[in-house]
């Protein structure tokens, strides 16, 4: 695809944007090397911490029957009726995520970055769409061909599924990875949310494989396998072409011709691009490496996120 090169240079100039998004997500939907690109909200904006904060306020706020910042008296009046006719934990816990909702919208659609998220999508002419994973974060799905949305509008109806029949039938001794997102550990949410990013059928069988199996996970294994390749021709820096994905080897050739791909169709604007990319992808490398620890991390944080918002994960 021939770029515009007044756009582009537009484009990379726009800060607001980190550097590593625009290599892992616009450009290579823009350039029809992969079918889409995920965008998480707010993790990805660069002000997430500063959303997060503020989403964390509000929601305290408006638990303490406080005002918020911008809302009208109506609407103050109105959640407050609302609120002071909770009878039942079911009409407790609705209450609860509609305000998520309510203040996701305000704080995070409103802000500068998300904006400047939303103008370059519409500006490259791609096609977006947004799918709730929990009531304060977002994925957003960028992409040209208008099947993926009604791929995505299957993704999102199959995930509810899977939370509703697994909120009906709990299991405690299952991990709190588990009890959070059930849907990562659904065979056919994996492979359908596979097939929408464009990723190789050998790695989704892989990524499956390991979700299921409850002795290695993708990210555990895929660390090791770089940890214990025993050459270093055995890791191929272009298998890990993108960001969270976990190629089946280290040197799968799916996956490789992909990187390389996306490689060529930076050589076409510039070798400057190129080389960064080679960077980037360099990076993922050392990022898979540390994937355990990050995963651990990550899990912890988002356990006392739902505590502190006395919201259980699965609702939603």
């Not at 756009?7 to 590593?20: A, Q, S, T």
């Not at 009878?87 to 509609?98: C, G």
């Not at 009604?150 to 990875?177: H, T, W």
Request: charged share 30%; hydrophobic share 40%; with cysteine.
């Amino acid at each position: 695809m021939a770029m515009n090169q007044q756009l582009f240079r537009e484009f990379m100039d726009e800060h607001v944007i980190p550097f590593k998004i625009k290599l892992d997500d616009f450009l290579p939907v823009i350039l029809g090397v992969r079918r889409a690109g995920q965008i998480v909200m707010p993790a990805e904006l660069p002000d997430s911490g500063i959303l997060g904060a503020t989403i964390d306020d509000r929601f305290r706020q408006k638990m303490a029957g406080e005002r918020l910042p911008g809302e009208s008296l109506t609407d103050f009046l109105k959640g407050r009726a609302v609120r002071l006719r909770r009878k039942s934990r079911i009409q407790d816990l609705r209450f609860k995520l509609q305000a998520l909702r309510d203040i996701y919208s305000d704080v995070v659609e409103k802000s500068k970055s998300y904006q400047v998220y939303m103008y370059w999508i519409d500006k490259w002419g791609l096609q977006r769409k947004e799918l709730e994973s929990r009531p304060t974060i977002r994925e957003i799905y960028i992409f040209k061909d208008e099947s993926a949305a009604v791929e995505l509008e299957e993704l999102q109806d199959l995930r509810k599924d899977i939370r509703y029949d697994f909120a009906r039938n709990p299991d405690p001794s299952l991990s709190g990875s588990f009890r959070v997102f059930p849907e990562e550990h659904n065979a056919a949410f994996l492979k359908k949310a596979g097939r929408i990013l464009g990723f190789p059928a050998c790695c989704i069988d892989r990524y499956v494989f390991d979700r299921s199996s409850g002795v290695l996970s993708p990210e555990v294994r895929a660390s090791n396998q770089i940890v214990h390749s025993e050459s270093p021709d055995g890791v191929n820096d272009y298998a890990y072409f993108t960001k969270d994905f976990f190629p089946c080897q280290p040197d799968c050739p799916e996956a490789v011709a992909i990187g390389r791909a996306i490689y060529e169709a930076f050589q076409g604007i510039n070798d400057e691009l190129a080389g960064s990319y080679l960077k980037h992808v360099a990076a993922n490398v050392m990022l898979v490496r540390q994937y355990p620890e990050i995963i651990q991390k990550r899990m912890a944080a988002l356990q006392r996120e739902a505590g502190s918002e006395g919201v259980d994960p699965l609702e939603g």
